[in-house]
C-alpha cells in the first residue's frame, strides 16, 4: 500500500483550527483561501459562490485583486468557472487564456495567470460554487492535487449549507442554495398545504469531515461495506422478498453496487486525502450525483435513486444510525420524498400533514389512492426535490395547479396563506350545514354517502354528516400491509368500521385490485392494458381462495346486522351469479361451524363496463341494489384511459353519449324498485352533482371533503326547472353544444354555489 500524502491531511487539519475559531464568515473564509494556496503552492485561490439568480460571485480571493471581491460575477456557463458550475467537473488546463471559454474580468488582475484548476463545491450533487487556484507558469495540476482541491471544497459546502454566508449575501441576492423556486409536477391528490419540509429520508449529516487516523478510517470503511453487503444478501434471502419481480430487482442491483470495487477506491482515495470514512462517502456520491443529474441517458437517471439508497444505507452503518421515520415533526409538516408505501405514509400523524410532494408516484399508485383518501394534498413526478429541499424549509403544495414553491417569496406565501383561510372559512361553513337535511328547493330528499376505505376514515363519517357509507374499498386494507392479510386480521379491521359506522349502512366492495392496483406480496404478470385486465371481480373468481378469505371475514363481522356487499368490474350476470354462489358456499360452511353470521345480506354490483348495459334488465331482477362507478364506466364507454394525460381530459363527463347512458340505468332501476347510487369523481364535484340529480340519482357517494360543498349546492338547487333545462337536450337531434357550459349557465342564473 502506498503512503499517503501528508499535504491534504495537513490542510484539512488546519482548515478545521480555522472553522473553530469565533470568527465572522467573510473572515474564516478569507482565511481558508490562504491555507488552500500555500498547501498548494498556488499563487491565487479563489472561492466562487451560486447567487439565488444564477450568478457566480466572487466571495474570496488570496491573490486577485481583493477589491473584486463581491463585484466579480459570472453566469452559469459563462467563462471557466462558469463552465465548471455548468458541467459539474473539475476543469484542469495549462494555459487558461488559450481555452475558447476564457472569459477576461479586468477588475480581477488575473491577466497574469496561465494554469487553471477548478473543482465545483458540491452538496449532495447539487452546485453551490466552484473552487479555484492559479499559477504564473504553465503547469498541468496532478490527480493527487485534483482530488486535495475536491476533498477541500468539502468543507466550504458545509459552510454554506449551514448558513454561514447568508449575512455576508444579504446585501446582493441570497445564494442558491435558500433561492426560492418554482416546480412543477402532477396533481395526485387535490388540495392546497402550506408548511415545512420534513425529509421521508432525512440525509445522514455528516458533521466529522477531517480523518485523525488514516489507518482507522480506511478499517472502518471496510467493515461497514462487508455489513451492507450482509444485510442485502439477508434481505435477498427473506421469504417475503418474492423471487422475481421489481423488489428483488432493485435488491439485487444494490447488491451489485455494494460489491463494485471501483466504488470502494475511490471512497478509499478520498479517506487517504485526509477525509473521514463518512466524509468519504458522501464526497463520492456528491461527485457521482452530480454526473448523473446532468447525463441524458435515461438509464443512468434511473440508476441515481438506487445509488442514493445505498450510500445512504452505508452512512447508516458507518454512524451508527437507523433509518429515522416519524422523528419529530412540525404542526405543519409537509414531507418530501422520492417515494413511499402506502403504509409508510399512515404511520405519520395525520393531523401534523399539511401535504406530500414525491419525485415518482402516478395518479393510479397506492401512494396517491391512500393520500386521496386522507385528504393529503399531494403533487407527485416533481423532479430532483428531494435534493432541492432540505429539512425545515418553508413549501408550499399547490395540488389544485401540480405547482410546488419551495422557500417562496412573502408575497406569494401570503397569496396562499389568503387562500387556504378562505378554504378553511368554507370549510367552516360547510360544517354548520351537517345537520341539516340534504333536501333540495323543490323537495327532493338526497342521500350523501362518504367513500372511505381505511379506519382513518371513519371519523369522517359524523363530522361530514353523511348518511351512510356508499363505498368502502375493502382493498386499501391489503395495500397498505406488508403481506396478505388472514382472516383473523380482516375481520378485527371490518369489525371496527362496523362499529364506527354505527347505524348506518356500509356498501362493501369485494377486493378491487390487479391492473393499477398491483400488490407487491402477490404474484402478476404485467399487462399491456391493466385497465381492461385480469383485476376486480375477474382476479376474485380465478384465485378463489383470496375471495372466499375476505367474504368469510365479512360475514363474521356482520354478526347480527346487516352487510351489503357489492361486485366491482363485472361484465356478465353470469360473473355475479358465481361470486354470489361463492357467499353462500361460505354462509353454508359458516353456519355448519356453529359461527354468528349477519342477520342479512343485501347483494350488489357496480355497473362499470358497458356490456353490462345489455343485460341490465336480467341483473336488475337477482340484486338488492346497484352502484354506478363512473370513474371506470366513464373510461370504457371512451376508451380513454384516465391515467393518461394525453387523453384523460379530452372528453367530458357531462356530455350527450354519457348523460343518456346514466339516464338510461337511473330509469331502469327505478322501474324495477332497485335503488341505485354513484361513486366516482362526478358525485363530488359539485356541478356535476348537480346533473346526476336532475338525471334522477338520489344517491351519490364522494370524499368526505366534497359533502359540504354538494350540500351546499343541492339546498339552492331547485331540480324540476334544471330537469325542464337538461333533459331535452339529450333527445336525438336536439343538442350537440357544450352541455357543460349550459349547466353551468343554470347554477349563476340561479346563483347556486358550484364552485
Not at 419540509?197 to 445522514?204: D, G, I, K, N, Q
Not at 439477508?234 to 418474492?242: G, I, K, P, Q, T
Not at 406530500?356 to 395518479?363: K, M, R, S
Given at each position: 500500500?502506498?503512503?499517503?500524502?501528508?499535504?491534504?491531511?495537513?490542510?484539512?487539519?488546519?482548515?478545521?483550527?480555522v472553522?473553530?475559531e469565533?470568527i465572522?464568515?467573510?473572515?474564516?473564509?478569507?482565511?481558508?483561501?490562504?491555507l488552500?494556496a500555500?498547501?498548494?503552492?498556488a499563487?491565487?485561490?479563489?472561492?466562487?459562490?451560486?447567487?439565488?439568480?444564477?450568478?457566480?460571485?466572487?466571495?474570496?480571493?488570496?491573490g486577485?485583486?481583493?477589491t473584486?471581491?463581491?463585484?466579480t460575477?459570472?453566469k452559469?456557463?459563462e467563462?471557466?468557472?462558469?463552465?465548471?458550475?455548468?458541467t459539474?467537473q473539475?476543469l484542469n488546463?495549462s494555459?487558461?487564456?488559450?481555452?475558447?471559454?476564457?472569459a477576461?474580468?479586468?477588475?480581477?488582475?488575473?491577466?497574469?495567470?496561465?494554469?487553471?484548476l477548478?473543482?465545483?463545491i458540491?452538496?449532495?450533487?447539487?452546485?453551490l460554487?466552484?473552487l479555484?487556484?492559479?499559477n504564473t507558469?504553465h503547469r498541468t495540476?496532478?490527480?493527487?492535487e485534483?482530488?486535495?482541491?475536491?476533498?477541500?471544497?468539502?468543507?466550504?459546502a458545509?459552510?454554506v449549507?449551514?448558513?454561514?454566508?447568508e449575512l455576508?449575501?444579504?446585501?446582493?441576492?441570497?445564494?442558491?442554495?435558500?433561492?426560492s423556486m418554482?416546480l412543477?409536477g402532477?396533481?395526485?391528490?387535490?388540495?392546497?398545504?402550506l408548511?415545512h419540509?420534513?425529509?421521508?429520508?432525512?440525509?445522514?449529516?455528516?458533521?466529522?469531515?477531517?480523518?485523525?487516523?488514516v489507518?482507522?478510517?480506511l478499517?472502518r470503511?471496510?467493515?461497514a461495506?462487508?455489513?451492507l453487503?450482509?444485510?442485502l444478501?439477508?434481505?435477498?434471502?427473506?421469504?417475503?422478498?418474492?423471487?422475481d419481480?421489481e423488489?428483488r430487482?432493485?435488491?439485487?442491483?444494490?447488491?451489485?453496487f455494494?460489491?463494485?470495487?471501483?466504488?470502494?477506491r475511490?471512497?478509499?482515495?478520498?479517506?487517504?486525502?485526509?477525509?473521514?470514512a463518512?466524509a468519504?462517502?458522501?464526497?463520492?456520491?456528491?461527485?457521482?450525483?452530480a454526473q448523473?443529474?446532468?447525463?441524458?441517458?435515461p438509464y443512468l437517471r434511473?440508476?441515481?435513486?438506487?445509488l442514493?439508497?445505498l450510500?445512504?444505507?452505508?452512512?447508516?452503518?458507518?454512524?451508527?444510525?437507523?433509518?429515522?421515520?416519524?422523528a419529530?415533526?412540525?404542526?405543519?409538516a409537509?414531507l418530501?420524498?422520492?417515494?413511499?408505501?402506502?403504509a409508510e405514509l399512515l404511520?405519520y400523524?395525520?393531523?401534523r400533514?399539511?401535504g406530500?410532494?414525491?419525485?415518482?408516484?402516478?395518479?393510479t399508485s397506492h401512494?396517491?389512492?391512500v393520500?386521496?383518501?386522507?385528504?393529503?394534498p399531494?403533487?407527485?413526478?416533481v423532479?430532483?426535490?428531494?435534493?432541492?429541499?432540505e429539512a425545515?424549509?418553508?413549501?408550499?403544495?399547490?395540488a389544485?395547479?401540480?405547482?410546488?414553491?419551495?422557500?417562496?417569496?412573502?408575497?406569494?406565501?401570503?397569496a396562499?396563506s389568503e387562500?387556504?383561510?378562505f378554504?378553511?372559512?368554507?370549510?367552516a361553513?360547510?360544517?354548520?350545514l351537517r345537520?341539516?337535511?340534504?333536501?333540495?328547493?323543490?323537495?327532493h330528499a338526497i342521500?350523501?354517502?362518504?367513500?372511505?376505505?381505511?379506519l382513518v376514515d371513519?371519523?369522517?363519517?359524523?363530522e361530514?354528516?353523511?348518511?351512510?357509507?356508499?363505498?368502502?374499498?375493502?382493498e386499501?386494507l391489503?395495500?397498505?400491509?406488508?403481506r396478505?392479510p388472514?382472516?383473523s386480521?380482516?375481520?378485527?379491521?371490518?369489525?371496527?368500521?362496523?362499529?364506527?359506522?354505527?347505524?348506518r349502512?356500509i356498501?362493501?366492495?369485494?377486493l378491487?385490485i390487479?391492473?393499477d392496483?398491483?400488490?407487491?406480496?402477490?404474484?402478476?404478470?404485467e399487462?399491456?392494458?391493466?385497465?381492461?385486465?385480469w383485476?376486480a371481480?375477474?382476479l376474485?373468481?380465478?384465485?378463489?381462495?383470496l375471495?372466499?378469505?375476505?367474504?368469510?371475514?365479512?360475514?363474521?363481522?356482520?354478526a347480527?346486522?346487516?352487510?351489503?356487499?357489492?361486485f366491482?368490474?363485472?361484465?356478465?350476470?353470469?360473473?355475479y351469479?358465481?361470486?354470489?354462489?361463492?357467499v353462500?358456499?361460505e354462509?353454508?360452511?359458516?353456519?355448519?361451524?356453529?359461527?354468528?353470521?349477519?342477520e342479512?345480506i343485501?347483494?350488489?354490483?357496480?355497473?362499470?363496463v358497458p356490456?353490462l348495459?345489455?343485460?341490465l334488465?336480467?341483473?336488475l331482477?337477482?340484486?338488492?341494489?346497484i352502484s354506478v362507478?363512473?370513474?371506470?364506466?366513464f373510461q370504457?364507454?371512451?376508451?380513454?384511459?384516465?391515467?393518461?394525460t394525453?387523453?384523460s381530459?379530452?372528453?367530458d363527463?357531462?356530455?350527450?353519449?354519457?348523460?343518456r347512458?346514466?339516464r338510461?340505468?337511473v330509469e331502469?332501476?327505478d322501474a324495477?324498485h332497485?335503488p341505485?347510487?354513484?361513486?366516482?369523481?362526478?358525485?363530488?364535484?359539485?356541478l356535476?352533482?348537480m346533473?346526476?340529480i336532475?338525471l334522477?340519482?338520489?344517491?351519490?357517494s364522494m370524499?368526505?371533503?366534497?359533502?359540504?360543498?354538494v350540500k351546499?349546492?343541492?339546498l339552492?338547487?331547485?331540480?324540476?326547472?334544471?330537469?325542464?333545462?337538461?333533459?331535452?337536450?339529450?333527445?336525438p337531434g336536439c343538442?350537440?353544444?357544450?352541455l357543460?357550459?349550459?349547466v353551468?349557465?343554470?347554477?349563476e342564473?340561479?346563483?347556486?354555489?358550484?364552485g
Open positions: 500500500m502506498r503512503s499517503p500524502p501528508a499535504g491534504p491531511r495537513l490542510l484539512l487539519r488546519r482548515l478545521r483550527e472553522m473553530a469565533p465572522g464568515a467573510q473572515e474564516r473564509l478569507d482565511k481558508i483561501v490562504v488552500i500555500a498547501n498548494m503552492v499563487e491565487v485561490c479563489s472561492v466562487y459562490l451560486l447567487r439565488a439568480d444564477g450568478v457566480l460571485e466572487l466571495f474570496a480571493t488570496e486577485l485583486n481583493r473584486a471581491v463581491h463585484q460575477a459570472l452559469v456557463g467563462g471557466l468557472v462558469g463552465l465548471i458550475a455548468a459539474a473539475p488546463i494555459d487558461a487564456h488559450a481555452h475558447p471559454a476564457f477576461y474580468k479586468p477588475e480581477t488582475g488575473e491577466e497574469i495567470y496561465r494554469s487553471f477548478g473543482v465545483p458540491l452538496r449532495a450533487g447539487r452546485i460554487g466552484v479555484v487556484v492559479q507558469a495540476y496532478s490527480d493527487e485534483i482530488e486535495a482541491l475536491q476533498t477541500t471544497s468539502m468543507v466550504i458545509e459552510m449549507a449551514v448558513g454561514e454566508f455576508v449575501a444579504k446585501q446582493g441576492p441570497a445564494l442558491d442554495l435558500r433561492r418554482h412543477d402532477l396533481i395526485l391528490a387535490e388540495g392546497v398545504g408548511g419540509v420534513v425529509l421521508h429520508e432525512p440525509r445522514v449529516v455528516v458533521t466529522n469531515l477531517i480523518a485523525e487516523d489507518e482507522h478510517e478499517a470503511l471496510d467493515r461495506l462487508g455489513k453487503r450482509l444485510s444478501d439477508a434481505m435477498l434471502e427473506r421469504r417475503d422478498v418474492a423471487r419481480g423488489p430487482e432493485v435488491l439485487e442491483a444494490y447488491a451489485m455494494a460489491r463494485d470495487r471501483g466504488w470502494a475511490k471512497m478509499e482515495e478520498a479517506i487517504r486525502n485526509g477525509l473521514t463518512e468519504a462517502a458522501e464526497k463520492v456520491q456528491s461527485d457521482t450525483r448523473m443529474l446532468r447525463s441524458t441517458d434511473e440508476r441515481l435513486h438506487d442514493d439508497d450510500a445512504n444505507r452505508l452512512l447508516r452503518e458507518l454512524m451508527g444510525r437507523t433509518a429515522e421515520h416519524n419529530a415533526m412540525p404542526r405543519d409537509v418530501v420524498a422520492r417515494n413511499m408505501g402506502a404511520d400523524d395525520r393531523d400533514l399539511r406530500l410532494v414525491l419525485e415518482e408516484g402516478g395518479p401512494i396517491s389512492i393520500a386521496k383518501a386522507l385528504g393529503i399531494t403533487v407527485g413526478q423532479a430532483t426535490v428531494v435534493s432541492l429541499a425545515g424549509d418553508p413549501i408550499i403544495v399547490d389544485e395547479t401540480g405547482a410546488v414553491h419551495l422557500r417562496p417569496p412573502q408575497d406569494v406565501e401570503s396562499f387562500r387556504v383561510r378554504r378553511a372559512r368554507r370549510q361553513s360547510y360544517r354548520r345537520n341539516r337535511p340534504a333536501v333540495t328547493k323543490d323537495g342521500n350523501l354517502h362518504l367513500n372511505a376505505g381505511l371513519m371519523p369522517h363519517v359524523e361530514s354528516g353523511a348518511a351512510a357509507i356508499g363505498l368502502f374499498r375493502t386499501l391489503f395495500m397498505v400491509s406488508q396478505l388472514r382472516v386480521e380482516q375481520l378485527a379491521i371490518y369489525r371496527q368500521v362496523f362499529e364506527a359506522a354505527g347505524d349502512p356498501n362493501f366492495r369485494s378491487d390487479g391492473g392496483k398491483l400488490l407487491p406480496y402477490l404474484r402478476s404478470e399487462e399491456e392494458n391493466p385497465a381492461l385486465g383485476r371481480i375477474r376474485g373468481l380465478d384465485r378463489p381462495a375471495m372466499r378469505t375476505q367474504i368469510r371475514a365479512l360475514l363474521m363481522a356482520a347480527g346486522r346487516e352487510l351489503r356487499l357489492m366491482p368490474m363485472v361484465t356478465t350476470v353470469k360473473e351469479r358465481t361470486a354470489r354462489a361463492m353462500d358456499r354462509l353454508r360452511h359458516l353456519r355448519r361451524h356453529g359461527h354468528p353470521l349477519a342479512t343485501r347483494y350488489g354490483v357496480m355497473i362499470e356490456s348495459l345489455f343485460e334488465d336480467e341483473l331482477e337477482e340484486v338488492d341494489f362507478g363512473s370513474n371506470d364506466l370504457f364507454m371512451t376508451a380513454a384511459d384516465r391515467g393518461n394525453r387523453v381530459g379530452r372528453y363527463p357531462i356530455s350527450v353519449p354519457f348523460l347512458v346514466l338510461l340505468i331502469k332501476a324495477l332497485v341505485v347510487s354513484l361513486c366516482g369523481e362526478m358525485a363530488g364535484n359539485p356535476s352533482a346533473v346526476l336532475a334522477g340519482f338520489r344517491t351519490i370524499p368526505p371533503a366534497s359533502i359540504g360543498p351546499d349546492m343541492l339552492s338547487l331547485d331540480v324540476g326547472r334544471l330537469r325542464a333545462r337538461l333533459l331535452p337536450r339529450l333527445e343538442w350537440n353544444g357544450d357543460r357550459a349550459v353551468r349557465a343554470y347554477a342564473e340561479n346563483e347556486i354555489p358550484v
